[in-house]
């Protein structure tokens, strides 16, 4: 429950990244041993891997900052409940880290946001060009390579997070060299190549358009697992700042991470500075003063990120003049924009662009969270609005934010948890 209109003012740490961190934990399937990993987000989706990995006989502990994951013990022929697959879409990496170390993985249909169909078919190619059969049947994936995996040229024809992920993990311990060409560039592909190479393996290339694998026979643990600050959340907090005006200081950021956040926000009024340890960002929009309209299209890294694309609409609304939001990445991930209308923006959705005529007054009342980074949109939207916003369905916000109430009690923020009976 939010009481909008007030500014932030303070300074919030940012977690580290939720889609960095999940091929991590999927990866140490693969390296068979002990791995300790620094500051996992503590967020509901990074939780239920843990979870999974401890169901397939891994040994799973946090303490602390460090989460010793052993995957030494994994049952190779462990039947994951599909209950636990379907609730994320990240379970899919399963299959290329089961494929890599034993040649055959069979894991349930993964779930995850619907933002329209979600084909797998690229994962699948990389997977057959390694010299596994791989397929979808009965609501499960299977990949075996009887014959075991050799490198391969895999040229994708949509640029994917995941296919990326799951291609390099099948090729690691593959024979040979695999070349990924058209392989997604986002700072996640950068941390999993660290991590593996870290555990022994030879990635090169990753976060360019060119990834190469040499296979090597076998992977070992690492003391020092590291992760990477996570972008969205302080693209989040940065749109939030905008949103409700003040001023304040996110530490935990590679600004290099968020220019493309930083240059729409610049262009709509807001000022952000970099510190000089550049890790920490300021972002500033006086109260008084009106956001301008801005036009924004999301790509994939280092364009303006999808999964930053329902925050920057939310804050359109707040804006002067007519902005446009399209989305270049996903076929559907507009289902939030009905919520933002309950509030009063005025926003037509056509085809793959929103249309958001700015500055409509907007009203809190009660919302849903329909997705991950469109309930985000509607916190933002809630902060900056006149009254109180009610957002249901919170759970799918937990799943990759940590402690946003707490964060943004900190800022000043009248924000609060309730429950109320079904
Ligand atoms: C990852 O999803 C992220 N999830 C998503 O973030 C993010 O929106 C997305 O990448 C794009 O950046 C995780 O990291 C867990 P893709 P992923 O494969 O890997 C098409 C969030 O909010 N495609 O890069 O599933 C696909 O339909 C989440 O944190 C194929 O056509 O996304 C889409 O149009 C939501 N065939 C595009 O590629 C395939 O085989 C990009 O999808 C695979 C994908």
Known sequence: ?????????????????????????????????RCVIKDLPDVSDINLSLEILTYMGAVCERNGRETIIDTSGIRPDCDIPLDLVNKMRASYYLVGAMLGRYCHAHVGYPGGCDFGTRPIDQHLKGFTALGATAGVKGGYIDADAPHGLYGAHIFFDVVSVGATVNAILAATCAEGLTVIERPSREPHIIALANFLNACGANIMGAGTDSIKIRGVKALHGTPDGEMIPDMIEAGTFMAAVAATGGKVKIENVIPKHVESITAKLIEMGATVEIDEDNET?????????????????????????????????????FAQGTSYVSEGVW???????????RMGAHIMVEGKTAIIEGANPMRGTLVTAVDLRGGAAVVIAGLAAEGITVIDNIKLIQRGYDDIVGKLKNLGAEIRLVSFPD
């Open 1 to 33: 429950m939010i009481s909008g209109q007030k500014p932030l003012y303070g300074t919030v740490r940012m977690a580290s990244m939720k889609n960095a961190a999940l091929p991590i934990i999927f990866a140490t399937v693969l390296v068979a041993d």
């Open 281 to 317: 960002v300021t972002v500033e929009r006086d109260p008084e003063k009106p956001l301008s309209r801005v036009m924004v299209k999301a790509v994939p890294y280092p364009g303006f990120p999808t999964d930053m694309q329902p925050q920057i609409c939310a804050l359109t609304c």
């Open 331 to 341: 076929d559907n991930r507009f289902r939030y924009v009905e919520e933002l209308i």
